[in-house]
């Protein structure tokens, strides 16, 4: 049984609250991977599941075992948790082998080495200095170290940040590959979104020391429950609006885009009420055909990304919109065009 449970978490230091009441469930064999600001709470979280630090209250359950609740406290080395740092921390006087297999003991010691470094694609590296590997492959071995013990849980903390973009993508799939064949569940804490949407089965929102949204990439980027979770992953605008009219699953709000229709986050807005609409850049378009046509606009700034762009263009009403597009629909600065609506953006109502 491979999971992690907490509930309640409260963590201070120096007597400033940094976790606050925090419910948190990664399933058996799930990576989950912890999104928030720098500062929100993201290590202190992970730490505190290590044991390396001490909460104030909560009770936290790896692989259906309590390490933490009123009563208990077991110490970091008899938790069944491999840490994976930010940089591979790799013991420099020993080779490759030895630093995966440094703690083991006994006849399978070898088997197992050998093992975890074709795991994570290191095959026969066993007698390389870690000065003698790439940033990328030291972090394969730290994975490896991570998983010798046959932990629970592996704890990750932004383990992939000081690789270049390419290398990043090829050493995050194997790593996570690695883990997930391992069955252990991993808490991977990352301030890339799109790190966090591309390859975590769940993703859990911190803010302000509590999780404020947990659920699949899908979830948390298509169905935000609060406006902060809205504007924070991904690209998005917000747009103030009144209510004009509601119907079944939808309301018309009238704002400086003219009048939309959006779906209400939560609750059943009345007409009169005022709030926020949240548009996504793949929710407009620039070209004509269906949906509603918000008028022309002039593209002032275009984010070529290679596979796509994000281009920002003015409304003739003043508003600024930002539209996603396909590589082979990159218009100029300068051009104009027209911009439709072809999602469906969401509501949320004033509190």
């Known amino acids: 049984m491979s999971s992690i449970e907490v509930r309640d978490l409260q963590v201070a230091f120096r007597g400033t609250p940094v976790l606050d009441g925090l419910d948190l469930t990664v ?22 599941v290590a044991g390396l630090v001490r909460p104030r209250s909560g009770e936290i359950r790896l692989g259906g075992t309590t ?22 921390a790799l013991f ?7 630093n995966v297999g440094f703690g083991l003991r006994g006849r399978d010691r070898r088997s197992r ?27 394969r071995v ?14 990750l903390d932004e383990p992939f940040a000081a690789l270049d973009q390419t290398l990043r993508g090829t050493v995050r799939a194997d790593v996570l590959a690695a883990i997930r064949s391992d069955g252990a569940a991993a808490l991977l804490v990352t301030h890339d979104q799109d790190e966090a949407l591309g390859v975590a089965d769940r993703v859990a929102v911190l803010r302000a020391g509590r999780i404020r949204q947990e659920g699949t990439p899908e979830e948390v980027y298509l169905e935000p429950k609060d406006l902060e979770t809205a504007l924070f992953v991904g690209e998005a605008l917000a747009v103030p609006g009144t209510v004009t009219r509601t119907g079944a699953g939808a309301v018309a709000v009238d704002g400086p885009l003219g009048p939309l229709v959006a779906r209400p986050a939560t609750g059943a807005p009345t007409a009169g009420q005022h709030g926020t609409v949240v548009v996504r850049p793949e929710q407009l378009a620039l070209d004509a055909g269906a949906g509603q046509d918000l008028g022309r606009a002039r593209v002032v700034d275009v984010r070529f990304h290679g596979h796509g762009c994000l281009v920002t263009a003015v409304l003739a009403t003043g508003s600024r919109v930002t539209v996603r597009t ?16 072809v999602g469906a953006p969401r509501f949320f109502a004033a509190r």
Not at 31 to 39: E, F, I
Not at 142 to 155: F, K, T, Y
Not at 326 to 341: A, D, I, K, M, W
């Open 92 to 98: 420099p006087h020993l080779d490759v082998a030895a």
């Open 142 to 155: 730290a994975v490896a170290r991570a998983l010798s013990r046959r932990p629970h849980v592996v704890l």
């Open 67 to 88: 390490v933490v609740d009123g009563r208990r406290w077991v110490p970091p080395e008899q938790r069944g948790v491999g840490i994976v740092p930010q940089e591979g």
């Open 27 to 48: 399933p058996d064999g799930a990576v989950t991977a912890v999104l928030g600001r720098s500062g929100c709470g993201k290590t202190s979280l992970l730490r505190t």
């Open 326 to 341: 396909l590589s082979g629909q990159v218009p100029r600065t300068g051009e104009e065009c027209r911009v439709r609506l």
């Open 113 to 139: 080495v050998e093992e975890l470094l074709a795991l994570v694609g290191m095959a026969g590296t066993g007698s390389l200095r870690p000065s003698e590997l790439s940033g990328g492959m030291q972090q």
